[in-house]
């Protein structure tokens, strides 16, 4: 899922987890679904490529492992 809205307003119990190439990424869980997410928040400051970041969505879309969070989008 894309939004610009605020993650703390769909998602609860948000905790950080890392740095990414793009932003942040939170563990948190999905107020609506009930289930757990992990989130990356986007730097808004930063420039960045737009080819990468769908590069990224294109593959983090097509990962099937139970390690690994399923993509909605």
Do not use: W
Request: glycine fraction near 4%; aromatic fraction near 14%; proline fraction near 4%.
């Amino acid at each position: 899922m894309m939004s610009k809205q605020n993650p703390r307003k769909i998602f609860s119990k948000m905790t950080f987890v890392a740095h990414g190439a793009f932003g942040e990424v939170y563990f948190a869980f999905d107020r609506v679904n009930k289930r757990p997410a992990a989130i990356k928040i986007f730097n808004n400051k930063k420039e960045f490529d737009t080819i990468c970041v769908r590069n990224e969505i294109k593959a983090m879309q097509s990962l099937v492992h139970p390690n690994i969070v399923e993509y909605y989008g």
